[in-house]
């Protein structure tokens, strides 16, 4: 972004600071899951567990402080963590958006604004590479007109869309017409009945929404008839964390339980992280389905989590009464 008119070098450590957040976030159960692992081979080598369970203690018994600090962590990260992470990803888009729309440059994301609407019998479709101000301004905008047969009638390209009272105003417009020659316009005017709520529930990404609006936000996209299968995925998501964490420490406890006088087994350690990593990628998988629509987002969520911690259960279970 060095190329960028508005770039400085603190407003990019500012940008950078406000995306950690966010990168701590999904690193969270990664993090829990070599955590427990490496805490548990800590004590396996220095015989502390031995001595545990030889004084006739079960592995439940000394596995549920961890169980529970990795859920007292996944409340952390749910509570705390994602409300920040949510204001960081959306000020440092906010940044980048400002950057580059003084550098008329677009916008490098893969959320893309498209609009529809209609509006005193025209039908449009707006598009643009990037937004501010809760989606009250559009950059680098292209709007669509149709006539009743469907057809294109009326193409029109903008450096800026702003929502004003019932109409769109175009700054630095192209008109392009069928048959006609292009026409270069200072500002041009689109009639909408759109209203700013629906703006900011249509295109409100996931990341940007705290755990404590997700419900509101939700609801809203309802009344407005919006799809809110994303927002749903990632409530869920959110709300499956801190078992999603326990689910990761019975799986630590799986591989790093059996005594090994010298070191862990490197297979049993890899196999492990083998597992966690499934696990995880997994869950991002299923979370890909329910935000499409293609799962109900809370089976989608949680029956992997569940899954999960139920087989780590069952071989703890195993490994301990056989």
């Given at each position: 972004?060095?190329?960028?008119?508005?770039?400085?070098?603190?407003?990019?450590?500012?940008?950078?600071?406000?995306?950690?957040?966010?990168?701590?976030?999904?690193?969270?159960?990664?993090?829990?899951?070599f955590?427990?692992?490496?805490?548990?081979?800590?004590?396996?080598?220095?015989?502390?567990?031995?001595?545990?369970?030889?004084?006739?203690?079960?592995v439940?018994?000394?596995?549920?402080?961890?169980?529970a600090?990795?859920?007292?962590?996944?409340?952390?990260?749910?509570?705390?963590?994602?409300?920040?992470?949510?204001?960081?990803?959306?000020?440092?888009?906010?940044?980048?958006?400002?950057?580059?729309?003084?550098?008329?440059?677009?916008?490098?994301?893969?959320?893309?604004?498209?609009?529809?609407?209609?509006?005193?019998?025209?039908?449009?479709?707006?598009?643009?590479?990037?937004?501010?101000?809760?989606?009250?301004?559009?950059?680098?905008?292209?709007?669509?007109?149709?006539?009743?047969?469907?057809?294109?009638?009326?193409?029109?390209?903008?450096?800026?869309?702003?929502?004003?009272?019932?109409?769109?105003?175009?700054?630095?417009?192209?008109?392009?017409?069928?048959?006609?020659?292009?026409?270069?316009?200072?500002?041009?005017q689109?009639?909408?009945?759109?209203?700013?709520?629906y703006?900011?529930?249509?295109?409100?990404?996931?990341?940007?929404?705290?755990?404590y609006?997700?419900?509101?936000?939700?609801?809203?996209?309802?009344?407005?008839?919006?799809?809110?299968?994303?927002?749903?995925?990632?409530?869920?998501?959110?709300?499956?964390?801190?078992?999603?964490?326990?689910?990761?420490?019975?799986?630590?406890?799986?591989?790093?339980?059996?005594?090994?006088?010298?070191?862990?087994?490197?297979?049993?350690?890899?196999?492990?992280?083998v597992?966690?990593?499934?696990?995880?990628?997994?869950?991002?998988?299923?979370?890909?389905?329910?935000?499409?629509?293609?799962?109900?987002?809370?089976?989608?969520?949680?029956?992997?989590?569940?899954?999960?911690?139920?087989?780590?259960?069952?071989?703890?279970?195993?490994?301990?009464?056989?």
């Amino acid at each position: 972004m060095a190329s960028l008119d508005g770039y400085t070098v603190p407003g990019a450590l500012l940008f950078t600071a406000m995306r950690i957040p966010f990168i701590l976030q999904q690193t969270i159960p990664t993090l829990s899951l070599f955590i427990g692992m490496t805490a548990l081979i800590a004590l396996n080598r220095r015989y502390e567990l031995v001595v545990t369970r030889a004084a006739g203690i079960s592995v439940w018994q000394f596995i549920m402080p961890f169980a529970a600090g990795a859920f007292l962590i996944g409340l952390f990260g749910m509570l705390i963590v994602n409300p920040v992470a949510a204001w960081g990803q959306r000020e440092s888009l906010s940044m980048e958006a400002s950057w580059r729309q003084s550098s008329s440059a677009s916008a490098e994301s893969d959320f893309l604004p498209w609009i529809r609407q209609t509006s005193d019998g025209n039908d449009s479709i707006i598009g643009a590479k990037s937004f501010e101000a809760d989606g009250t301004v559009l950059i680098d905008v292209v709007v669509f007109h149709f006539n009743s047969d469907r057809q294109v009638i009326l193409r029109q390209d903008a450096s800026t869309a702003k929502l004003e009272d019932g109409y769109w105003l175009l700054t630095d417009v192209l008109e392009n017409r069928p048959g006609e020659i292009p026409e270069r316009l200072e500002t041009a005017q689109v009639s909408t009945n759109l209203r700013q709520e629906y703006l900011q529930e249509s295109l409100s990404q996931p990341e940007t929404v705290a755990f404590y609006d997700l419900s509101r936000k939700i609801e809203v996209g309802r009344s407005f008839g919006l799809p809110t299968k994303a927002l749903e995925t990632q409530f869920h998501s959110l709300l499956s964390l801190p078992l999603l964490l326990v689910a990761m420490t019975f799986i630590a406890a799986t591989v790093s339980l059996k005594f090994s006088r010298f070191a862990q087994s490197r297979s049993v350690i890899l196999g492990g992280i083998v597992s966690g990593f499934v696990l995880y990628v997994v869950t991002v998988l299923v979370k890909a389905f329910g935000s499409s629509g293609a799962v109900p987002p809370f089976v989608a969520v949680w029956v992997p989590v569940i899954v999960a911690t139920a087989l780590g259960a069952t071989i703890l279970l195993h490994q301990e009464d056989g």
